[in-house]
Every structure is written in structure tokens, then in C-alpha cells.
């Protein structure tokens, strides 16, 4: 290896082998007119979760491809962050004390950040609802468009009638389906996720690399492993992968690891976490991990990869695992039910006795799990990968073209 490919940043030539010739060449013929373009993308954390998973190769593979992209994380007291989560779990269903000392908060802490921040982009991209009201504190020059990731199919109405002032500034929205639609003002558009299949949580791995990251966390790998690998949040139902995993073991002698993170923008993260640990015994292990190369190894030498999601905007942990050929039992909520077809390529379950037949089938069975690992990497492969997202944002800046010209000109 040269010295300078160790620096070399991925660019979406080296997606060719893929996604194909043709492709590649569509993608950059969209790119060309949008050349340094000046894009800006803004959320509240720089790790953990699905946002800062897809922002991290994203942002580089757009300035790759000739726009220039920045990406800027909000800052935050502890209380606007409890509220920015109990604006999340709202916005997934959940009952809310909307008070007027929580929007004041909110509204506030975003007021400081506008004043710490410049808006002389030519396309302002906001994610989630941390940064939402940002679009209040400026002279609009740009189109700036809401990128909302989470499970909107059955939103507090309290909550969403609050935030519509704001997102009805925006110029358009993106949601991850379309089940996800609401009576919104803008123009909503449907993106959905991918994964990097080049970074380090998703390239290949040889056996000895993955034994090097099981050995470095004393993860032994003398009987069947079931893992599952998301943040700590009751939405992710970790509760209910123990309540599996616990009737599993009854027949089967195996070791479940719930592997997490704790993100910045997550106060409720640590809580769970430390709550699960109760759980800990010999065959059952709580990890908070930031450690993208572990995650590869371990969805990689499971037996069995779980997603027990009760909420889920899209579930790229899901994905990640189904492009290293698991078979992911997963919760049939969300874009979940968009990836695994039932059956086919993994599970859909609604029940921990669901949960629990599912693995147990595929601990059974090493022939069923193959055949649906290799079905499950290549509807990643055809529908999930970041060169599509990558795609859709070209195709959303081109479609601004003339609007950006005679309007924010």
C-alpha cells in the first residue's frame, strides 16, 4: 500500500463493483452541475445512533463527489437534551408534559446556537428535532429542508402542532416512508437509509481480525453467540431480547451479548445501561461500546443477530447485519418490515415468544441460516447502500435548481 492510500477518502468510483459501471456514471452526471455547491448538514450529536452513522461516510462522500459539505453539531445544556428526548419518544407516540418552560428552554438553547453559527450555505439540511427552530434565527437566503428519521406514523399530536411552526418554514422534508407522512405545508420526499459497505463497520474481515477484537473485550466464542447492537433505549426493547434470550437458553447452551453506546444528545442512555446490568450473568453480557470494528466482528461471528425494536425510523443496525449475511431477527415496526422479508431473509416477530421461536429456528438450523443471510446481503446491496442516499439528496438539490435561482438569488 502506498503511503498516501492510507489517507485516500472514499468516493463513489469506488462503489463500482457494487452498484456497476452504469451507476456510477448516473451518479456522477448528476453530481457535475452541482459542483461547489455549498451544503450544510446539522444535528446534535457527532456519534451514536443512526444520524451520525449515516452523516459520518455521507458528508465525505459528497465532498468527494464535488460539493462542498460541511457538518455541524449543535451544543446543548443536559435539560434541553431531556426534552429534545422527550420530543423523540413524542414524536414516536409517547405522552408528553408540554410545557411552556420546556419550549422556552428548547427555543432558547437554539436561539444561542444560531448566534455561534453562520447560514451562507446554498442548502441548509437539518436533522431530527434538536436543531429544528434554527431556521427562525436567520435571514433565509437558501432552501433549507427538515430530514426527520424517526418513527412519525403515530406522533403526539400536542407535540407535532407545537413543532409545525417551525417546520412549516422549511422548504421540504424528508422522511424515511411514507407511511411516515403528515399534513405538513412543505413538499415531503421519502429517503431511505444506507450504510457504508466500505467503512470500518462494514468492510470485510478476516477470521483473524475478528478473533482480535473478541479476544481484546474477552468475548469468548465457545458457543452460539446471539447479539443485538443498538443504543440504550426501552424503544430498542432490551428487556424484551433478555426475556427471549432467557427462554432460548432453556434448550440451547449459548451467550447473548446487548452491545450499545450512549450517545451525547441521549441523557436516558446511561440510565438503561446501568439498569440492564442487573442482568449480567455468565451467558448474558451488557457492553457500552464505542467500537465500530467490534460491532463488525461480532454481527459477523453471531449466530443469531437481533433488532427487537417496539419504535424504529429505519434500523440501520438491521441493515449492517444483513449485509454481512445474518439472518436479523427483527421487531415488525418501522423501516424494519421494510428490510427483512419474513421468512425469506430473517424474521419479523411482534412478541418475545415470537422472538424467542425465531432464534431458536435459526440456532437449529446452520443450512437456513446461510440461504437467508446470503438473500438478506443482497437486498442491502440492491436497496441500501449509501450511494443511494447520495443519489436521492442529488436529485432533491437538482429539483431546487430553479426555485434556488429565482428566489433565494
Not at 448516473?26 to 461547489?36: C, Q, S, T, V, Y
Not at 437486498?379 to 428566489?407: A, G, H, M, P, Q
Request: net charge negative; proline share 4%; aromatic share 10%.
Amino acid at each position: 500500500m502506498k503511503k498516501d492510500d492510507r489517507f485516500k477518502l472514499c468516493s463513489i468510483e469506488d462503489y463500482r463493483d457494487l452498484i456497476g459501471e452504469e451507476k456510477v456514471n448516473e451518479i456522477r452526471d448528476k453530481a457535475r452541475p452541482l459542483k461547489n455547491l455549498f451544503v450544510s448538514h446539522c444535528n446534535s450529536t457527532f456519534y451514536g445512533g443512526g444520524v451520525a452513522e449515516i452523516l459520518t461516510p455521507l458528508t465525505i462522500l459528497m465532498n468527494t463527489s464535488g460539493i462542498k459539505t460541511e457538518w455541524r453539531v449543535i451544543q446543548g445544556t443536559p435539560d434541553f437534551f431531556s426534552i429534545t428526548k422527550k420530543f423523540h419518544n413524542a414524536l414516536q407516540g409517547e405522552d408528553i408534559n408540554l410545557t411552556d418552560l420546556k419550549k422556552d428552554i428548547f427555543e432558547w438553547i437554539l436561539r444561542e446556537n444560531s448566534l455561534r453559527n453562520r447560514a451562507d450555505h446554498d442548502f441548509i439540511i437539518i436533522h431530527d428535532p434538536q436543531p429544528l427552530p434554527l431556521i427562525n434565527h436567520y435571514e433565509k437566503r437558501q432552501p433549507w429542508i427538515w430530514r426527520c428519521h424517526v418513527d412519525l406514523s403515530r406522533p403526539n399530536k400536542e407535540l407535532l402542532m407545537y413543532l409545525d411552526d417551525f417546520i412549516n418554514e422549511y422548504d421540504a422534508v424528508i422522511l424515511s416512508l411514507e407511511e411516515y407522512r403528515q399534513d405538513f405545508k412543505p413538499p415531503q420526499v421519502f429517503f431511505r437509509p444506507g450504510i457504508d459497505p466500505l467503512g470500518t463497520k462494514n468492510r470485510d474481515l478476516s477470521r483473524a481480525e475478528i478473533r482480535d477484537r473478541l479476544d481484546h473485550y474477552n468475548i469468548p466464542d465457545d458457543k452460539p453467540i446471539i447479539v443485538q447492537i443498538s443504543r440504550f433505549d426501552h424503544a430498542k426493547d432490551p428487556e424484551g431480547v433478555i426475556e427471549a434470550f432467557n427462554e432460548v437458553r432453556k434448550n440451547y447452551d449459548c451467550r447473548l451479548i446487548l452491545l450499545g453506546n450512549v450517545a451525547t444528545d441521549d441523557p436516558e442512555g446511561d440510565k438503561i445501561y446501568q439498569e440492564l446490568l442487573e442482568n449480567q450473568d455468565d451467558n448474558i453480557r451488557i457492553m457500552s461500546v464505542q467500537d465500530s470494528a467490534l460491532v463488525n466482528a461480532l454481527q459477523r461471528k453471531a449466530s443469531v443477530v437481533v433488532q427487537k425494536s417496539l419504535k424504529e425510523g429505519f434500523g440501520l443496525t438491521v441493515t449492517e447485519a444483513m449485509w454481512k449475511g445474518a439472518a436479523v431477527v427483527g421487531g415488525n415496526v418501522g423501516g424494519i418490515k421494510y428490510q427483512i422479508d419474513d421468512g425469506i431473509n430473517g424474521f419479523l416477530v411482534s412478541s418475545v415468544e415470537e422472538a424467542a421461536e425465531s432464534m431458536m429456528k435459526l440456532l437449529d438450523d446452520e443450512a437456513l441460516r446461510k440461504r437467508m443471510g446470503r438473500k438478506a446481503k443482497e437486498k442491502v446491496r440492491k436497496n441500501f447502500l449509501l450511494s443511494n442516499c447520495l443519489e436521492n439528496y442529488l436529485d432533491l438539490f437538482n429539483s431546487f435548481e430553479t426555485i434556488y435561482r429565482l428566489n433565494y438569488n
